[in-house]
């Protein structure tokens, strides 16, 4: 990696739940759900793997926000499934 790039992200898409959820949300939730997203997109096993699924559960204390997802086989397309904040 070069110095001038930072490390490689996943793309992010949200599925219809998750839109849905976004939609309701405040400027304010907004901003600190998207924060989160970032993190997850840069590295995607920051999240606690749901047992028995392909899921992972990433919370931020902090923030005040969760989002469940999954990550492709690839590790190149993260897939928000739930989102709260």
């Known amino acids: 990696m070069s110095p001038e790039h ?3 992200r996943s793309r ?3 599925v219809e739940p998750a839109l849905t959820q976004l939609s309701k949300l405040t400027a304010s ?6 924060r ?3 993190a997850i997109s840069v590295s995607p096993q920051l999240g606690t793997p749901v047992p028995g699924t392909l899921l992972r559960d990433y919370s931020d204390e902090i923030d005040g926000v969760r989002i469940i997802y999954y ?3 690839l590790q190149t397309i993260t ?3 739930y989102v709260e904040a």
């Open 6 to 8: 930072g490390p490689r």
């Open 36 to 38: 989160a997203i970032v």
């Open 29 to 34: 939730e907004t901003h600190r759900l998207d």
């Open 79 to 81: 897939i928000v499934a």
């Open 71 to 73: 990550v492709t086989a």
């Open 12 to 14: 992010v898409v949200a």
